[in-house]
């Protein structure tokens, strides 16, 4: 029975990843609708301050418990903290105002992807041919997703602005994944959010003092708290409960929701109405993803590669 148990987790802990990746979906179009009542500088800054604030009386004691573990780790910290909160939702948050939630939904969902990309350059990993051909059945739909229904015509024009700083951010987003692995610091996992939120927070500031002002009012207020509870810190938590009782692989499925939803709420609340070279393209690059994840069974005994 135990045996049973252990694997077919309860039902209930599915709801850990979904959870999760719903509310990184609704930020796709709270950075969206964020795009014309604040600067990105700003709301970017207010939200992992906010974010900082509200998890130093939980975290900060653990952090200070862990300084001789945390000290020595700060540079790679630094860096994680430069990646994941920084660079990848700051130029979300600048792409917002050139593309569309739709797009900025499928195109994360390119991370896992651009992941293995990442691992074969840093880690000198060889993808295999699964990944290799889920690569090239993405970029197809990427192409046709971002080309507007015609391929050809990125050649002539050029990809959209906005898709292209998404791309980067996600790409970074995708480093920040693998360096997170390769590192495995040995500090606990809300004390390194911490640390890496004030790095994030630190790395902004330049920008936030830089750009014209944008303050806090009524209309971008609610679109700053969202960001800075929902995605900064709840959907990091269930995050890490679904991949702890239900494992990496199978909490990763989840993240393939992410555009399907992305799509639907973008349609209903930001009037984004799907084309049909969103749908297909869409379906390309996610089947792409899925594809590249797979892994070719092995004779029952043999031990999964690291």
Do not use: C
């Amino acid at each position: 029975m135990s045996t049973a148990r252990a694997t077919h987790p309860s039902a209930r802990y599915l709801l850990f990843p979904l959870l999760a990746a719903l509310i990184w979906s609704v930020n796709m179009i709270v950075t969206k609708m964020a795009a014309g009542v604040i600067a990105p500088a700003a709301i970017g800054f207010y939200r992992w301050a906010l974010a900082g604030v509200m998890l130093t009386p939980f975290a900060l004691p653990g952090v200070w418990a862990q300084r001789r573990q945390i000290l020595p780790s700060l540079p790679k910290l630094a860096v994680l903290g430069g990646l994941g909160m920084a660079l990848y939702q700051g130029l979300a948050y600048v792409a917002a105002a050139s593309t569309t939630a739709t797009n900025m939904g499928i195109i994360t969902a390119m991370i896992p992807l651009m992941t293995i990309a990442v691992v074969a350059v840093v880690l000198r990993e060889l993808p295999s041919m699964m990944a290799m051909l889920g690569g090239l059945l993405s970029l197809a739909g990427l192409a046709l997703l971002i080309g507007e229904g015609d391929p050809a015509r990125l050649l002539s024009v050029g990809a959209n602005h906005g898709d292209v700083l998404m791309g980067v951010g996600a790409l970074a987003y995708a480093l920040y994944g693998v360096l997170l692995r390769r590192w495995a610091l040995p500090v606990g996992p809300w004390q390194s959010l911490y640390v890496q939120v004030a790095f994030g927070v630190l790395f902004q500031l330049p920008a936030f003092l830089a750009a014209p002002a944008s303050p806090l009012n009524g209309d971008n207020l609610p679109l700053v708290l969202y960001a800075a509870i929902f995605p900064s810190l709840f959907a990091p938590f269930l995050w890490m409960q679904g991949v702890k009782h239900l494992g990496p692989n199978r909490a990763s499925i989840f993240l393939n929701v992410m555009p399907v939803a992305t799509v639907a709420i973008a349609a209903v609340f930001l009037d984004e109405k799907p084309h049909l070279f969103h749908i297909v393209g869409g379906a390309m690059a996610l089947a792409g993803v899925m594809l590249a994840q797979m892994r070719p069974s092995r004779p029952a005994g043999q031990p999964r590669a690291a």
